[in-house]
């Protein structure tokens, strides 16, 4: 029992030697009926196939008041299972047997213990963007098959993020100001996005003082690619200008339905302004009314208060889209009275 102890009390200093094997997996733990822990733990290995498992900051309880939980191996395919309280009471959880249809885990009367190596999804090569279109992110191969990326993104007053670089590992590792402190760029793919995250702002090196571009990163709709935006968009000025309005409206009213949560606001706004041209032009003022009502708000102020509301480059380009949305709501709106 002392020497249990002992060795569990160890694993709690986490010892140097410890560190360089432990491993983050992931853990799922279940007593009786009840799933006390599913998520990410510490698995630190010992002798002979024997295991603990504790919380991934290394210290505190994993779970409910259980500090440390160790399967020590007595014999082919058995272990003893006990948890260390964090007021030092050692429980004997009892025999556990490995399973036999996962061999992850271990089951004992009225436990179940499973502890898997987390698999690193691959970085799918494509283009990426943000929610609100802040920021866009492409990951490629170069012509030696490196897998490389590129991050753009734009923040308040036209501050932004530039930065690319070689990913190794779904991390890359760029100069910094400080050199002994490099900027770690991290990627965690999800099916079809990517989280991208920094080494506690070491990368604000390649940002403006108002940008960022750590975040979520969406692989969007076939239709709603930058490529597509763009082709829509040129579509529909082509078809505006020859005076094929109901032809038009079809260009923009599916790319604002299915795409505005990734478009930057910029872009959003101006095509909600041609959008409401056309539909107006088709006589339908209520459409127009409809697709304008977001920046209707703005419309209502003057000049000068969108300047006051808005850093200064971000009103330089506010200002024009508004002016266009103020003449698009009178027109639509005297149209909507005529039609009464």
């Not at 579509?235 to 094929?244: C, M, S, T």
């Amino acid at each position: 029992m002392t020497r249990l102890l002992t060795r569990l009390a160890t694993i709690l200093l986490i010892s140097h030697t410890a560190v360089a094997a432990d491993k983050v997996v992931s853990c799922t733990i279940t007593t009786g009926s009840k799933t006390a822990y599913n998520g990410h733990c510490l698995f630190i290995p010992d002798a002979g196939g024997s295991f603990s498992l504790s919380s991934t900051k290394r210290q505190g309880p994993l779970f409910d008041d259980i500090g440390v939980l160790s399967v020590s191996i007595i014999a082919k395919g058995k272990a003893e299972v006990r948890g260390l309280t964090g007021d030092g009471i050692n429980s004997r959880w009892g025999e556990a047997q490995r399973s036999t249809k996962d061999s992850a885990c271990w089951e004992g009367s009225d436990f179940r213990i499973c502890a898997r190596q987390n698999v690193q999804q691959a970085l799918k090569p494509g283009s990426y963007t943000t929610d609100q279109g802040w920021g866009n992110l492409t990951i490629s191969r170069n012509k030696n098959g490196a897998l490389t990326f590129q991050i753009f993104a734009i923040g308040a007053n036209a501050h932004t993020c530039d930065l690319n670089g070689t990913i190794t590992n779904n991390k890359a590792i760029l100069e910094a100001q400080e050199k002994d402190q490099p900027c770690i760029v991290s990627f965690s793919p999800k099916g079809n996005d990517i989280t991208v995250s920094d080494n506690d702002g070491a990368c604000r090196y390649y940002c403006g003082a108002r940008a960022g571009f750590t975040g979520t990163y969406h692989l969007p709709p076939p239709a709603c690619t930058n490529q597509a935006v763009k082709k829509n968009r040129t579509e529909f000025k082509q078809l505006y200008d020859r005076k094929a309005y109901s032809q038009a409206r079809t260009k923009l009213e599916p790319l604002l339905k299915n795409c505005s949560y990734l478009l930057h606001w910029t872009e959003e706004e101006w095509i909600r302004n041609d959008l409401a041209l056309a539909q107006y032009k088709t006589g339908d003022a209520a459409a127009c009314l409809q697709t304008l009502q977001p920046l209707a708000e703005d419309a209502a102020k003057t000049d000068a208060e969108l300047r006051d509301n808005y850093p200064p480059s971000d009103a330089d380009v506010k200002v024009p889209i508004i002016a266009a949305a103020r003449t698009n709501l009178n027109l639509c709106k005297k149209a909507a009275a005529k039609a009464r």
